[in-house]
């Protein structure tokens, strides 16, 4: 350790995400505001002298000898995460493993492995497995005007919100299934910063000859969906439960395989503006009732 | 029958939490995670290690008048099943099926039927989107890296 710290001694800086606090050092002063690129938003730089967990980046300069490989290295603690001669691999895989680690020792947030998009000031989240089309659903509410939460992780804190977690969607090549990266801003649709409360949860996974018949689930069953595809469940289940029951408590709970992403947007977005539309209206009834009692 | 009809729940080793009518449990020593309906939630929480099964329906016939001896060793077989149960404590349960239990109810009494759900929670690599470095795997698509190196199936890794 220390004579990686020896190596890595060029720059740093520590920050906060959701309760969890991370270091970064580096080699060299010119990457560090790569590393900071792949901070999501929501992170803070802080001052904290105790961390978590401390990547250390050995990027490698330019070679003195011709025929020489360049290779940067990323140490987690003491352990070697990565070494490759790509640095924006480098970058993926710090981006990648910090999430992870987040994900799984927020002290503060449940982190479900779902997609969430935000539609009229309220949040849909779609939890599933990897391979179950997420990213697909995600995509096709993006191009009906959603505004982009999250492509990998539903952030739900104590009241049930979710809140944000942008980074660039993962989605596969139909051939190789190797997720390429994608930046929402590609895709021109905006992104969310403000948490949201839980309006639908879709409950469903692609199959190609399939069509979307929705039924209502009930919420305990919803609950237990989401536990199903949480990171922290086993680690703080009494924390994960009543984080995962205030996310659903007032949301409408869709299941059914689908086969076409459209049909299902389409589907979820059009009960959504009738659902609003009795919000609305009861919101304006009732008063005058409370006048009349 | 009879004596040796004091249901023993392992309520002590899980976690349960109210949602609306119905319970959630999470089992600490398997992982998995149970949801049970109004009636099945109704007979677990009955069983205490003392009451018998006719005195379960009897309290139970109070709540809901569609209950019987019949629903209640339905049920706990359903508990038992989904391990939620001490298993010398069950006694023999019903050899109805809820297709049956259905067809005597004709219909009306759907919600008195019992119903237990249970799913395995997942490790928290089990829940990612793709396995991060090191961890063990058997294709390149697995690994958030891509790159799942090793003889394939074979002690390979994400790298």
């Given at each position: 350790m220390d004579k990686l710290y020896r190596m890595v001694r060029a720059?740093?800086?520590?920050?906060?995400?959701?309760g969890v606090t991370l270091g970064v050092r580096t080699s060299q002063l010119s990457s560090i505001s790569r590393i900071r690129a792949q901070l999501p938003p929501g992170s803070r730089v802080t001052a904290a002298r105790k961390v978590d967990r401390l990547y250390s980046f050995l990027i490698a300069s330019n070679p003195s000898r011709a025929g020489t490989h360049l290779l940067h290295l990323l140490y987690v603690n003491s352990q070697r995460l990565a070494r490759t001669g790509d640095e924006s691999e480098l970058m993926q895989i710090f981006?990648?493993?910090?999430?992870f680690h987040v994900?799984?020792?927020?002290?503060?947030?449940?982190?479900?492995?779902?997609g969430v998009v935000g539609w009229k000031g309220k949040a849909i989240v779609i939890p599933g497995r990897s391979f179950s089309g997420k990213t697909t659903l995600v995509k096709e509410f993006l191009r009906q005007g959603a505004t982009y939460y999250s492509d990998d992780f539903a952030v739900i804190d104590s009241r049930g919100y979710v809140y944000p977690f942008i980074k660039p969607l993962g989605i596969r090549d139909d051939h190789s299934q190797k997720q390429a990266s994608v930046a929402a801003e590609q895709l021109g649709c905006p992104v969310g910063i403000k948490p949201l409360q839980i309006e639908?949860?879709?409950?469903?996974?692609y199959n190609k000859t399939a069509r979307w018949h929705p039924r209502s689930v009930s919420r305990g069953q919803a609950v237990l969906n989401l536990l199903q595809n949480s990171f922290s469940v086993r680690e703080k289940p009494e924390v994960a439960l009543a984080f995962a029951d205030a996310a659903v408590r007032n949301a409408t709970i869709l299941a059914s395989v689908r086969g076409e992403a459209e049909e299902v947007v389409?589907?979820?977005l059009f009960c959504s503006i009738r659902v609003l539309n009795q919000d609305f209206a009861t919101r304006i009834i009732q008063p005058q009732r409370e006048g009349y009692g | 029958m009879g004596e040796n009809e004091n249901i023993k729940p392992k309520r002590f080793e899980m976690l349960s939490r109210e949602v609306l009518d119905e319970l959630l449990i999470y089992d600490h020593k398997t992982y998995r995670g149970h949801c049970l309906n109004q009636a099945a939630a109704l007979v677990w929480k009955a069983c205490d290690g003392k009451t018998t099964v006719a005195e379960i329906t009897r309290m139970l016939k109070q709540v809901d008048p569609s209950m019987d001896e019949q629903v209640v060793r339905?049920?706990?077989?359903k508990l038992k099943k989904a391990g939620l149960l001490l298993d010398e404590s069950v006694p023999e349960t019903a050899k109805i099926s809820r297709r049956d239990l259905v067809r005597r109810a004709g219909g009306i009494a759907i919600i008195a039927i019992p119903i237990v759900t249970s799913m395995l929670m997942p490790t928290p690599a089990r829940a990612a989107s793709c396995f991060q470095v090191l961890h063990p795997c058997i294709n390149n698509a697995q690994c958030c890296s891509g790159q799942c190196v090793g003889v394939l199936g074979i002690n390979a890794v994400c790298t």
């Open positions: 720059d740093g800086f520590c920050f906060k995400l959701f981006a990648s493993d910090f999430s994900a799984t020792t927020s002290p503060n947030r449940l982190f479900v492995h779902a639908f949860v879709l409950l469903t996974h389409r589907s979820v | 339905f049920a706990l077989g």
